[in-house]
C-alpha cells in the first residue's frame, strides 16, 4: 500500500471553529467536532449554523479562531497562522442547487476538475465514476436533457472523481423521493465503502437521518447539542428547537406539580388547564415552569374510556378538528390544552371520529420529554 492509500484509509475530520456572522452579529458559531470515515449527519433548525460550517471547513469562510485538519493535514489554524486556500484543500462540496455547468455535457461536467491529471489516469477515474454512479449511458446529455436524480449522481459524481479526503453535502437530495434519495445514498455507501473518508451531510429532514443512519451531530444556534446514533439524540431532545426540527409536534408549557422519585416520575399541570400527566423524573423542583414534547405518533386514541393500561396517561377530551392529508390524519383534540394526533385514514373510520366527539388519549410515560 502506498503512501496515498494509507493516508485515504485513515482520514478523520477534527475541527474547533468559531466564527460570527456579519450579517448578525450576535450569532457565533462555536463548534467542536470529530468525523471519522462514514456518513455523519450535521442536523438542526435553519438558521442553526450548518451551511456556516461547512463553508468554514471548506475554506470560503474564513473561521475568526479555531483549527481544522484532516487526518494529519492542518488545513486552518488560527495560532499558527494557517489557511490552506480551499483549492489546495482537496475538499469536494456539494450544494443544493448542484451548480453543474449546463453547457457542458455528463462526462465533461465530472471531467473538469481532472484537467491536471495525465490522460491515463484521466480515463480510469472516469470510467470507475461513471459506473460507481450508474450515469454511464448520459455521459453525452447536458444537465437539462437528465432528471433531477441524474443530475444529483452527476454532481457526486463530479465532486468525488477527485478523490477528496473530505466530502461536504448541503441537503443535496432536496425534491428528489425517498426512493430515488435511498438509491443514491446506496451508491454513495458503496463507493466509500473502499475509499473510506469523513463525510458530513447537511439535513433538517428527520427522514433523511433515520435512512441515513450511522452518526448524527445536532446544532442549535452554532453550538453542538448533541451527537451519537440517530435516536439516541432525536428521540429523545433536550432543546425546544432541536424537538421541533425533530418532528415533535406537541410542544407544551407546563408547571411541575410534584416529584416521585421512588416511581422515577414526576407530574405535570399542561398549560392553565387541570390536565395532569406524568413524565419521567427530572431535574426540577414542585412549581418548577418547563415544556414537554410528544410525537404526534406517540399518542394513542380511544373512543371509550381505556381501562386496565400500563401507559399512566389517559386524557379525556373532544375531538377539535380532522383533516386528512394523503395516508395521514391529523386530529386536533382538546383536552384543556391541544393535542395533535396522527392517525390512519382506517383508524379514524372505525373509530368513527368527528369534530365534538369524546376521545380519549394514552400517553406513555417515556413518550414525554423535557425540553429547554
Known sequence: MDTMDREVNSLRLVACIQKKRR????FILDV????PPGITILFGPS???????????????????????VCE?????SALGIDVPPQKRRIAYVFQSLALFPHLTVEQNIAYGLRDIPDQDRRRRMEEILEAFGVENLRKRKPA????????RTALAR???TEPRLLLLDEPLTGLDAERKAAIVEDLRAWNASKRIPILYVTHNREEVDALGERVIAIDKGRVVGHGAPMEVLD???????AQAAGFENLLDATVVDLREQDGVMRLRLGESACEIEVPLAHASAGDRVQVAIRAGDILLASEGPRGLSARNVIEGRMASLEQRGTLCIARVDCGVTFVVHLTPGAVRSLKLAAEKPVWLVLKTHSCYLVD
Open 32 to 35: 467542536s467536532l470529530d468525523a
Open 145 to 152: 436533457q437528465i432528471s433531477g436524480g441524474e443530475r444529483q
Open 23 to 26: 450579517e448578525d452579529a450576535s
Open 47 to 69: 438558521g442553526a449554523g450548518k451551511s456556516t460550517l461547512l463553508d468554514c471547513l471548506s475554506g470560503l469562510l474564513r473561521p475568526d479562531a479555531g483549527k481544522i485538519a
Open 236 to 242: 429523545a431532545p433536550r432543546r425546544k428547537r432541536l
Open 73 to 77: 493535514k492542518v488545513l486552518f489554524d
Open 159 to 161: 465532486s468525488l472523481v
